[in-house]
Nanobody
Framework: QVQLVESGGGLVQAGGSLRLSCAASGIIFTRNSMAWYRQAPGKQRERVARITSGGITAYPDSVKGRFTISRDNAKNTVYLQMNSLKPEDTAAYYC??????????????WGQGTRVTVSS
């Protein structure tokens, strides 16, 4: 049974930082690309970071330079370090195990999500 368990969400003031963690089980973690997505109320879910099994990362412009994804293969854990947070970063954040094919990123498994609220 695959489990992706996020933690680290919470309430933070604008300009602050949070680090999200996602502990994976039931998958061969070292063979999986991983990603973080977020979904704000009334908005579509969007990907905010991706890391390949080899450690190559990618970010959209909205978070580039502020968010950093990393992985610890020994702990089967992927992290999202979020700095200089803005109120518009407020969302539920989801960890995902993904497959990258060409320009596409396809989600195989989702975590249950963790809430991040950034106050102004």
């Amino acid at each position: 049974q695959v489990q992706l368990v996020e933690s680290g969400g919470g309430l933070v003031q604008a300009g602050g930082s949070l680090r999200l963690s996602c502990a994976a089980s039931g998958i061969i973690f070292t063979r999986n690309s991983m990603a973080w997505y977020r979904q704000a109320p009334g908005k579509q879910r969007e990907r905010v970071a991706r890391i390949t099994s080899g450690g190559i990362t990618a970010y959209p412009d909205s978070v580039k330079g502020r968010f950093t994804i990393s992985r610890d293969n020994a702990k089967n854990t992927v992290y999202l370090q979020m700095n200089s947070l803005k109120p518009e970063d407020t969302a539920a954040y989801y960890c995902a195990a993904v497959t990258i094919q060409g320009r596409g990123t396809f989600v195989n498994y989702w975590g249950q999500g963790t809430r991040v609220t950034v106050s102004s």
